[in-house]
């Protein structure tokens, strides 16, 4: 099998969520351009009719589920929806999450359970009802989780970030995706993570309005991610050109890990 050939997604089937905007949608895009038709989900209908339009014009396959990942209750009939429309998932992304600032000593308990309904628990009820249902089946898949580099350590004192829950909650998805890999290898499936760091996104805008400059200043590279620096990492993830990677947690970043 030829590189190119290694990366061909044509056939594939994702499901992303939190697909209508920002990193999720720039991961749909990328998957896509590489062949897959694309399942998008999130909670707000004008939002994914607007993703749907921005790549059904890019001539991609597209298909969006409005759906509340935080509703547990729900997701059962999120994956019948994708499985109905292309009738198997062969890539999930887990991109949906949720963040929420204020001091540890002082966080409301209704925050915590917020973002980690989000972020954690969502992701293992949705990555096991896909799997159950068409990964473990056919005994092939592959999992991209969407962590981040607060999940990897602590805030920089100097960034004044207050964001306890979120850093928890990533850094249990790190994790996940090592356990998860370890138990599902013997099922082909391949279980990743990819931890992002400073993008310009929905989540992160105030934060960046009050940072951004000792952000930058601090990474190697010298600027926030962009609009396309998801997308290779996302589609060798996905495609058959990392089938020898799994538990794997890759930075993207911009060198900040390294400082």
């Avoid at 109905?84 to 204020?102: E, P, S």
């Avoid at 089938?243 to 900040?256: C, E, L, M, N, Y």
Wanted: hydrophobic share 45%; proline share 3%; aromatic share 6%.
């Amino acid at each position: 099998m030829n590189v190119k050939q290694l990366f061909d997604l044509s056939g594939k089937v994702a499901l992303v969520t939190g697909g209508s905007r920002g990193l999720g949608l720039q991961m749909a895009e990328a998957l896509g351009e590489m062949g897959c038709k694309v399942v998008i989900t999130a909670r707000k209908a004008a939002e994914l009719d607007q993703a749907n339009s921005h790549l059904a014009r890019l001539g991609i396959n597209v298909f969006t589920v409005v759906g509340d990942l935080s509703r547990f209750d729900t997701i059962p009939a999120i994956v019948d929806q994708a499985l109905q429309k292309f009738g198997t998932v062969d890539v999930l992304v887990n991109n949906a999450g949720v963040g929420w600032g204020a001091p540890a000593e002082e966080y409301p308990a209704d925050a915590w359970h917020k973002v980690m309904n989000l972020n954690l628990h969502a992701a293992f009820f949705l990555t096991q009802e896909v799997a159950r249902r068409a990964m473990i089946p056919k005994r092939a898949g592959k999992i991209l989780n969407i962590a981040s580099i607060a999940g990897l350590g602590g805030n920089p004192p100097e960034l004044d970030m207050l964001t306890i829950a979120y850093n928890t909650s990533k850094g249990a998805l790190v994790n996940f995706t090592r356990a998860l890999a370890a138990e599902w290898g013997r099922y082909n499936i391949n279980v990743n993570a990819i931890c992002p760091g400073f993008f310009p996104s929905k989540l992160s805008e105030g934060l960046l309005d009050r940072i951004e400059s000792r952000v930058i200043q601090a990474m190697p590279l010298g600027r926030l991610g962009g609009e396309d620096d998801l997308k290779g990492i996302t589609a060798f993830l996905a495609s058959e050109a990392s089938r020898h990677v799994t538990g794997q947690v890759i930075a993207v970043d911009g060198g900040s890990c390294v400082v």
